[in-house]
């Protein structure tokens, strides 16, 4: 053969050639023995091209992968090996590498379901305490005692819309 | 509650079996939810596990429907009752092979449950016997909004609920169906079925979940995917889905008694035969052999009352179950032995089958 394919997750010649229909899409994977063994190819219940192509198509990111998630220490290599996030910030710290692959995971890219309203007014309340308090305390550093007074009563304004006593794990 | 005393007491799905149920067995949702700001359970280390597992049980068993329930840790479990927990759909076998810091919180009439640091750290569960997405998500969503108000989720705007692995993410909802298609096995329609499922984005799976085989021609239904569609239009999709699947059933049973119907109710009649006289029957050919039963009550060969005995059965003849109520452990032959002795002394006393050939299968 003139030009014989290349396997898509090493440079051997691939020798397992391999197409799948997923959501009308068409995929077509070239592999060689060795990684076809490791992929599990062989095994028809265990394998789904789906997951591999996700995590093939990570590999031109491994180069750029430097990035960490800042929360959690996790890397996009760590994603290839696993398959799964670290902890909520990663999707903000690999936004690049999880926006592309929605497109074929999912029907639209926008979460439009339910919302967790509770959670969130609750989050926002909290956000707001902090920097009232922030506010407070600069206010009381810089003697300006007509607006720390202001950022008390507010405070303790906010404090009684509290709807209930949340726990985190932070 | 003790887990002793909730695997002596009936599952919703052994107990609440009608002509309801005659096709769609149980329907089935599970939410996936996280804490934000806190490691996924597969990157989180040892301590930071138990940490999530005490403040997750903490908020599940302050919520009115998980009042007296069963709150365990996996470590507690034995590997028998890991099974049966398995077997009737109550905990998945990713769990039940949890190392440390998992656990799960099961409602007393086993309706919900709550897994803590499975892939997420939270994936709420509820069972509903028979067709019923909608009243399934009723009693799930109100449980979901119950735990809002104790635990912090991790949302945002534009990627809905996050989880660890990206295919959950936005509903992060799976909605799905066990359905009873014997028909359709029958004349070899399932694959088509299972083609044009997929194709509707909808995935087709054994009793099982993932990878398991279709013993028993019980078939799971699901949505496959949960971002940009909210849980409302997924489910209506589903349903959708589920009801043209109900149809072809229905069509290929109607089609089987046309051509040859001699053909079918000897397959049942058999069936019969050998539940009544064997003496060695793996899993696989009891769940068959109990398809065919249960498909003879819905062509009225039997009466519509013995329907939830098959269902029991279908649950009693797993492994699991069979070792517990046998009191101890035992090799898979000794267990096709057990079995066959179990399936005998029910089929003892099973009404005798009336083959009427002009029965209307209309159900």
């Known amino acids: 053969m003139a030009n014989p394919l290349k396997c898509d997750l090493c440079a051997k010649p691939a020798t397992v050639h391999l197409t799948q229909i997923v959501n009308n899409k068409v995929h077509k994977v070239d592999l060689c023995e060795s990684c076809a063994q490791a992929k599990g190819v062989t095994d028809p219940s265990g394998f789904s091209l789906a997951d591999l192509l996700l995590k093939a198509s990570l590999n031109p990111e491994a180069s750029t992968a430097s990035v960490r998630c800042e929360q959690c220490g996790f890397t996009p290599n760590d994603f290839k090996k696993h398959g799964r996030f670290g902890c909520p910030t990663c999707y903000e710290a690999f936004k690049g590498l999880v926006e592309p692959m929605l497109d074929n995971m999912h029907k639209g890219t926008t979460h439009t379901g339910k919302i967790p309203q509770r959670a969130l007014e609750r989050k926002s309340i909290y956000d707001r305490l902090t920097k009232l308090e922030l506010d407070l305390t600069e206010a009381i550093k810089s003697e300006r005692y007509e607006d720390a007074a202001r950022a008390r009563d507010e405070i303790s304004q906010v404090k009684q819309t509290i709807p209930s006593n949340p726990k985190s794990a932070r | 509650m003790t887990i002793a005393s909730l695997i002596d007491s009936p599952s919703e799905l052994t107990d609440a079996a009608s002509s309801k149920t005659a096709i769609v067995l149980m329907t089935r949702i599970r939410l996936a939810r996280n804490l934000s700001g806190t490691a996924f359970p597969g990157w989180a280390k040892p301590a930071q596990r138990e940490e999530i597992l005490r403040i997750c049980r903490e908020a599940v068993t302050a919520t009115s429907p998980m009042k007296r329930s069963l709150n365990i840790t996996v470590g507690e479990l034995s590997d028998l009752e890991k099974q049966i927990l398995v077997e009737r759909h109550l905990i998945s076998r990713e769990l039940s092979g949890a190392k440390g810091g998992a656990g799960v919180v099961i409602s007393k009439?086993?309706?919900?449950?709550?897994?803590?640091?499975?892939?997420?750290?939270?994936?709420?569960?509820?069972?509903?016997?028979?067709?019923?997405?909608?009243?399934?998500?009723?009693?799930?969503?109100?449980?979901?909004?119950?735990?809002?108000?104790?635990?912090?989720?991790?949302?945002?705007?534009?990627?809905?609920?996050?989880?660890?692995?990206?295919?959950?993410?936005?509903?992060?909802?799976?909605?799905?169906?066990?359905?009873?298609?014997?028909?359709?096995?029958?004349?070899?329609?399932?694959?088509?079925?299972?083609?044009?499922?997929?194709?509707?984005?909808?995935?087709?799976?054994?009793?099982?979940?993932?990878?398991?085989?279709?013993?028993?021609?019980?078939?799971?239904?699901?949505?496959?995917?949960?971002?940009?569609?909210?849980?409302?239009?997924?489910?209506?999709?589903?349903?959708?889905?589920?009801?043209?699947?109900?149809?072809?059933?229905?069509?290929?049973?109607?089609?089987?008694?046309?051509?040859?119907?001699?053909?079918?109710?000897?397959?049942?009649?058999?069936?019969?035969?050998?539940?009544?006289?064997?003496?060695?029957?793996?899993?696989?050919?009891?769940?068959?052999?109990?398809?065919?039963?249960?498909?003879?009550?819905?062509?009225?060969?039997?009466?519509?009352?013995?329907?939830?005995?098959?269902?029991?059965?279908?649950?009693?003849?797993?492994?699991?179950?069979?070792?517990?109520?046998?009191?101890?452990?035992?090799?898979?032959?000794?267990?096709?032995?057990?079995?066959?002795?179990?399936?005998?002394?029910?089929f003892a006393n099973f009404v005798r089958p009336e083959f009427s050939f002009s029965t209307n299968s209309k159900n």
């Open chain 2, 109 to 346: 009439d086993q309706a919900f449950s709550v897994m803590v640091n499975e892939e997420d750290h939270l994936r709420i569960q509820v069972l509903r016997s028979g067709f019923q997405l909608k009243k399934a998500w009723n009693a799930i969503t109100e449980l979901d909004s119950a735990l809002e108000d104790h635990l912090d989720y991790a949302f945002t705007p534009t990627l809905g609920y996050l989880t660890a692995c990206p295919t959950n993410l936005g509903t992060a909802m799976r909605a799905s169906a066990m359905m009873h298609l014997p028909a359709l096995v029958i004349s070899n329609q399932m694959e088509k079925v299972v083609r044009a499922v997929n194709q509707l984005g909808m995935v087709v799976r054994g009793l099982f979940g993932e990878g398991s085989d279709a013993s028993g021609s019980i078939f799971q239904i699901s949505n496959q995917t949960t971002l940009g569609e909210s849980e409302g239009e997924i489910i209506k999709r589903l349903h959708t889905v589920l009801q043209s699947i109900i149809e072809h059933e229905l069509n290929a049973r109607e089609k089987l008694l046309e051509a040859d119907a001699g053909k079918l109710f000897d397959k049942v009649g058999r069936a019969f035969g050998i539940l009544q006289n064997s003496h060695l029957l793996s899993s696989g050919e009891a769940m068959n052999l109990l398809s065919l039963i249960r498909l003879g009550i819905d062509l009225a060969v039997f009466p519509d009352a013995s329907r939830s005995v098959i269902d029991r059965l279908f649950i009693e003849a797993q492994p699991g179950h069979l070792q517990h109520a046998q009191k101890g452990e035992y090799d898979p032959a000794q267990r096709d032995l057990l079995r066959a002795a179990r399936l005998r002394s029910e």
